[in-house]
């Protein structure tokens, strides 16, 4: 399958952002782009590994490991 490329605003859309963050993202590099004339747009797999590498996973607590609990 070919590469999807998004624009700005479908990228905002997906990461439920204002352009204005999207376009800081691209003219601070810390996205990868691609230039197309005038138009700039970013391949849904960099998006993909965009989301991925800002995504923290979540730990048990303390209490949940041990059986305790609230209530």
């Known amino acids: 399958?070919?590469?999807q490329y998004l624009t700005v605003a479908h990228v905002a859309e997906r990461l439920g952002t204002g352009e204005r963050f999207v376009r800081r993202l691209i003219a601070e590099r810390?996205?990868?782009?691609v230039k197309m004339g005038a138009h700039v747009r970013?391949?849904?797999s960099t998006l993909d590994s965009y989301i991925a590498a800002?995504?923290?996973q979540?730990?048990?607590s303390r209490r949940d490991r041990?059986?305790?609990g609230a209530g």
């Open 1 to 3: 399958m070919p590469e």
């Open 54 to 56: 800002g995504t923290v």
């Open 42 to 44: 970013i391949a849904q």
């Open 58 to 60: 979540a730990v048990r």
């Open 66 to 68: 041990h059986g305790g």
């Open 30 to 33: 810390r996205i990868s782009f």
